[in-house]
């Protein structure tokens, strides 16, 4: 069977295995996955990642990351741009997520950013998923 949406698969299992408190998850690598698991990074929403070389993909580990009571700092996880109904967005109209707390995770000319990066580069683009 193949992967219909490798994205949404990323983030549900993300979204999985946070709920039951696991340190890591690992996911199939791709460069996509690897852009969006950086943004998740360098906004804080996850600990750490790592690729580790394997047969026949590489694999993703994603350290999760959860506050000291032990809740998961994602608390939401959302694909939008689909892959039967791609949603782009103009530079005009970039989203905001929960009022700026959340990220839109955007895939623009100038690489996979967060929707304030893309609004100081005054850039659109598809909007791939948002994370709060």
Known sequence: MGMTDPIADLLTRIRNASAVRHEKVAVPASNLKLRIVNVLREEGFIRNFKVVKEQPQDQIVIFLKYTPENTPVITGLERISKPGRRAYVREANLPSVRSGLGVAILSTSRG?????????LKVGGEHICSVW
């Open 112 to 120: 996979v950013l967060t929707d304030k990066q893309a609004r100081a």
